[in-house]
């Protein structure tokens, strides 16, 4: 019997972006991905949109094609806007598998922070980050839960980076969680489905952009390429019913 691969689809989080000009969210990801066989779409949605409005767009783009069949990988906030794409926007269930990297699933205390906090930095974000931003808080998401479907495969892989290992910049993010983190997420919020393992890595090193500097005993820079390649393999096999 034929059988017709899915598309995989990488998907950007908060604030994010499929390319401007030579620069690409996920740094380098899809020339690795097109050396294994693998084109994948990148879809661009509101960056700091709504879930329900990413979502919205997330759908049209991937839905005017013909393609059969789709496997998700999603960084961030992008994890959120599948699962709500998922229970709600695919009523010919074309989607297979989602894949969640570092998804804020029951918030993130960052966002809280961010929200409640004085200052220049606070109040920037603020400004260019809602309205989506006020969807990231842990409270946001506990009022608002998203449905599983039950012909989908959903995994998921959290980041870790002690404070000390973080980008100082990062940092100023970090200390807003008070538990194992990206310095944007927490380890337990990254969680959904079959969780696959925490990552060495800070939230924005897993797209490839390494803003510490080297350092062999903290494994930094994270090998972004690899890892992005392994996940959609693992989401392509997930999407056709195989083990990975």
């Known amino acids: 019997m034929f059988m017709v691969l899915p598309t995989l689809a990488l998907l950007h989080g908060f604030l994010g972006f499929s390319r401007r000009g030579p620069i690409e969210c996920f740094r380098g990801v899809e020339h690795a991905l097109r050396r294994v066989h693998i084109i994948p779409l990148i879809p661009e ?6 879930i329900v409005e990413r979502a ?7 839905f005017s094609s013909n393609a059969p069949a789709f496997a998700l990988v999603a960084h961030s906030m992008g994890g959120l806007d599948a699962r709500h794409l998922i229970a709600y926007l695919d009523p010919d269930r074309r989607i297979k598998s989602l894949l969640t990297v570092a998804t804020p699933h029951r918030g993130t205390p960052v966002a ?31 009022a608002a839960p998203i449905p599983d479907r039950s012909d989908v495969v959903y995994s998921s892989y959290a980041g870790h980076r002690p404070l000390d290992e973080q980008p100082f ?4 993010f970090g200390r807003a969680i008070p538990a194992a983190n990206d310095g944007m997420v927490p380890v337990e919020s990254a969680q959904w489905g079959e969780f696959r393992g925490i990552l060495r890595t800070d939230h924005i090193e897993l797209l490839g952009w390494s803003l510490g500097l080297p350092n062999r005993r ?27």
Request: hydrophobic share 45%.
């Open 112 to 142: 809280t922070w961010v929200l409640e906090s004085r200052g220049v930095i606070p109040a920037w974000v603020r400004h260019i980050g809602n309205p989506g931003l006020s969807e990231l808080t842990p409270e946001a998401r506990s």
């Open 218 to 244: 903290a494994i930094r820079p994270f090998d972004h390429l690899d890892f992005w390649t392994r996940a959609a393999v693992d989401a392509m096999a997930a999407a056709e019913g195989k083990p990975s």
């Open 56 to 62: 919205e767009a997330l759908a049209q783009q991937l």
């Open 169 to 172: 910049w990062l940092r100023y």
């Open 45 to 50: 949605v509101p960056p700091s949109g709504t």
